[in-house]
């Protein structure tokens, strides 16, 4: 089985920055991909970033592009979200994800096995 933690979310106001981190552990041996996601209240859990470490590639929402970065670590296996110019519109709960099985689609939330809590991001105008 394998565990997946998210940490660092808080309240900020607009234009502000803020670090997610994530970490999974347990057998994380196999894990193939790892992303983040997030959801709003009364919208869908909606895709932000991932990263694919066999592939060394990475993947962003349209919405986040040129203002969040992922990374992370294939050995450890966590990853990061650093959110720079944050808008009153990326207020949510935040999820780290990870898959341990190849991904086509790793914009969609079926693509992943195991899910984090969530932390909550609050972004004031």
């Known amino acids: 089985q394998v565990q997946v933690v998210e940490s660092g979310g808080g309240l900020v106001q607009s234009g502000g920055s803020l670090r997610l981190s994530c970490a999974a552990s347990g057998r994380t041996g196999n894990i193939y991909i790892m992303g983040w996601f997030r959801q709003a209240p009364g919208k869908e859990r909606e895709f932000v970033a991932a990263?694919?470490?066999?592939?060394?590639?990475?993947h962003y929402a349209e919405s986040v592009k040129g203002r969040f970065t992922i990374s992370g670590d294939g050995a450890e296996k966590t990853v990061y979200l650093q959110m720079s110019s944050l808008k009153p519109e990326d207020t949510a709960v935040y999820y780290c994800?990870?898959?341990?099985?190849?991904?086509?689609?790793?914009?969609?939330?079926?693509?992943?096995?195991?899910w984090g809590q969530g932390t909550q991001v609050t972004v004031s105008s």
């Open positions: 994800a990870a898959a341990d099985r190849a991904v086509v689609m790793p914009a969609l939330h079926h693509s992943y096995d195991y």
């Open positions: 990263m694919r470490w066999s592939l060394n590639k990475l």
